[in-house]
């Protein structure tokens, strides 16, 4: 059993900054692939960032490529989403989430890859 539990969200203006985390559960967070997702009102979830189990491959959609950077910390069980020049586009609640099995293989864009979801944090960017 894996918990998620995020942190970090708030209010900033257009082009600030903000650092999400999501901190982990559980002996064996190192390895899990973990992702970044984000839903605004009345839309769909979305794909934002994913890391591998390993830290070395990291994707971002295209909306926040060059913009956000996902990382992890294995010994503090903690994986961050750094997002700077942050738009009013990107106000939404940003879940991390963790496939259901340590060690599996994702395409990382689709929610249904994954099986542990943390409770969200909102981000609001103001104009």
């Known amino acids: 059993q894996v918990q998620l539990v995020e942190s970090g969200g708030g209010l900033v203006q257009a082009g600030g900054s903000l650092r999400l985390s999501c901190a982990a559960s559980?002996?064996?967070?190192?390895?899990?692939?973990m992702g970044w997702f984000r839903q605004a009102p009345g839309k769909e979830r979305e794909f934002v960032a994913g890391i591998s189990w390993s830290g070395i491959s990291t994707y971002y959609a295209d909306s926040v490529k060059g913009r956000f950077t996902i990382s992890r910390d294995d010994a503090k069980n903690t994986v961050y989403l750094q997002m700077n020049s942050l738009k009013p586009e990107d106000t939404a609640i940003y879940y991390c989430?963790?496939?259901?099995?340590?060690?599996?293989?994702?395409?990382?864009?689709?929610?249904?890859?994954?099986?542990?979801w943390g409770q969200g944090t909102q981000v609001t960017v103001a104009s």
């Open positions: 559980g002996p064996t967070f190192s390895s899990y692939a």
């Open positions: 989430a963790a496939p259901a099995r340590p060690l599996t293989t994702l395409r990382y864009t689709a929610p249904s890859e994954y099986g542990y």
